[in-house]
Structure formats: C-alpha cells, structure tokens
C-alpha cells in the first residue's frame, strides 16, 4: 500500500517555464489537497478537491491550477513559473468520516521540492 | 481570520525527560485540533485528534490537552527519546472543513 505518491521529487525551473506535478493515491479517498510549506510558514492549502471532477481554490490559488479527472489522481500544474512559487509543495488525500464531518484526518506525499530561477 | 501560533524557538529537551509543546489560536471556536509529526524531507503525519469537549487524549507516551478558554493545546512526549525528535505540528478546522495549519516546532531530543 504506497499510500500518496508525488512525482517529481525535485524540479529545478527557469521564470516563466510551465511543469505538471502529479498525486497519486491508493487509498480511495474522496477528498485531495495541494499545499505549498515556505520557511517558518504553515502549510497554506492551494487547491482541493472534494471528488472526482470538481476542484476548488485554497488559501492561496493565484498561478496554480489543478484538476481532478480520475479519483486517484490530482494535478497541479504552473502556467508561467516565478521565484515566488520556489517551495515544497505537498499533495494529501483524506476520507472524510460522514458522522464526524470535521474529523478530517489528512495523508501526506513525501513533497515535490520546487526551485524557480 | 484563523491564526495558528507555535514556538517558532527549537526545543531542546534531554532524552527521558517529557517535552511539552505549545499551540494556541485567536478568532476561533474549532470542533477539533489535530497534532501532526514531521521529519526532515517528508511531509506530515497524523498522530493524535481531540475535539473540543476531550479535555485530554492519550496515545502510548503522547498526551493532548485542548482547552478551548485559553484557546491552547499543549502536546506531550514523556519519558521522550532521541527518535522523537522532529517537527510537531498542529492544525485546526475551520468552517469549511478545511485545515489551518501551524509553522511547527522543532523538537531536539538530546541523549
């Protein structure tokens, strides 16, 4: 049980290149999330998705993109890559307890580790 | 808005000691509070959830406490070891669900 994949693990790109990173997940779960973790920052939601084909803006959505076509995967994608979105990037997935609706419990990838020139 | 605080300041506590870690919050009434474990180059796992009317959790020598008047959760490793150094961190609920995430502590067991 691999739990939630991330590829890649590192990714070094210039200003304005685009890139794809994937999440995989075998868990069945219905609920996947993209962060991004800066230094002395907490991790700040980018996208999520509450289930196949539906996606929603986070904390901080502006230059990302996302979409969720198949239930175990959910993409991130950077149109036109700045400095600013030099990060670790961290997928996790989650099966919300329908009786306890804020239990909430979340699984991490290992991260992508993102340098933008 | 939500706002999360963790000492920022790494701990450094001796090894068999028990190491407290502090987290508090403003602007919020949460269902719950989660405390999360993460090591270097990996990303966060989940180890303990109390919700708002759990004054205490334990889990083999962790321990939680939640309260909500001074809006803090404190986080406990007893007889603490070596292999529990790590970033703790803690996240909360907020009205949609989705989770508002503390910076860390860094904790530092030392043999």
């Known amino acids: 049980n691999a739990g939630v994949t991330q590829t890649p693990k590192f990714r070094v790109l210039k200003t304005g290149q685009s890139m794809t990173l994937l999440c995989a997940q075998d868990m069945n779960h219905e609920y996947m999330y993209w962060y991004r973790q800066d230094p002395g920052m907490g991790l700040r939601l980018i996208h999520y998705?509450?289930?196949?084909?539906?996606?929603a803006k986070g904390e901080v959505p502006d230059g990302y993109n996302v979409s969720r076509l198949k239930k175990q995967n959910f993409l991130l994608g950077l149109e036109s890559a700045a400095p600013s979105q030099t990060s670790v990037y961290f997928c996790?997935?989650?099966?919300?307890?329908?009786?306890?609706?804020?239990?909430?419990?979340?699984?991490f990838g290992a991260g992508t580790r993102l340098s933008v020139l | 808005s939500q706002k999360i605080e963790q000492n920022s300041e790494a701990l450094n506590i001796q090894e068999g000691k028990t190491a407290t870690l502090t987290c508090n919050y403003t602007?919020?009434?949460?269902?719950?509070l989660q405390w999360y474990r993460q090591d270097p180059g990996r990303g966060p796992v989940f180890l303990l959830l109390i919700r708002e009317n759990e004054k205490e959790k334990r889990k083999e020598r962790l321990k939680v406490t939640f309260d909500t008047t001074l809006k803090q959760s404190l986080f406990h490793i007893t007889a603490s070891q070596p292999a529990d150094s790590a970033t703790y961190l803690c996240a909360l609920a907020d009205s949609n669900y989705q989770l508002i995430w503390g910076a860390g502590t860094k904790l530092i067991i030392k043999p």
């Open positions: 602007n919020y009434s949460p269902a719950y």
């Open positions: 998705s509450v289930g196949e084909g539906t996606t």
């Open positions: 996790a997935s989650s099966y919300p307890d329908t009786l306890h609706v804020a239990k909430n419990i979340q699984y």
